[in-house]
Nanobody, 122 residues
Framework: QVHVVESGGGLVQAGGSLRLSCAAS????????MAWFREGPGKQREFVAAISWNGGILNYADSVKGRATISGDNARNTVYLQMNNLKPEDTAVYFC???????????????WGQGTQVTVSR
């Protein structure tokens, strides 16, 4: 069992930056692949970024490519999502997920956090 908790969300102006954190407890998070998804107002949940269990594979959604960086800290069992040049369309609840199988589809992931709100103002 893996317990996942996100933090770092908030209100930021367009063009600003945020770093989201995802702390995993229970079984060592880096036995799992980790990913970020987001759910904007009135939108379906969508993939944002993923990192494989050993950090060797990274993937980003086209909408955040060049503006987002996903990374992991094995010592802290934490995964980060650095978001720069934020846009109003990045406004969403951001969810962290852990799973045994790497992929870009939310169905690949078994354990989910409660989400953290990111709001980008114009």
């Amino acid at each position: 069992q893996v317990h996942v908790v996100e933090s770092g969300g908030g209100l930021v102006q367009a063009g600003g930056s945020l770093r989201l954190s995802c702390a995993a407890s229970g079984r060592t998070s880096f036995s799992y692949n980790m990913a970020w998804f987001r759910e904007g107002p009135g939108k379906q949940r969508e993939f944002v970024a993923a990192i494989s269990w050993n950090g060797g594979i990274l993937n980003y959604a086209d909408s955040v490519k060049g503006r987002a960086t996903i990374s992991g800290d094995n010592a802290r069992n934490t995964v980060y999502l650095q978001m720069n040049n934020l846009k109003p369309e990045d406004t969403a609840v951001y969810f962290c997920a852990a799973g045994a199988i790497y992929g870009l589809n939310e169905r690949m992931y078994d354990y989910w956090g409660q989400g953290t709100q990111v709001t980008v103002s114009r």
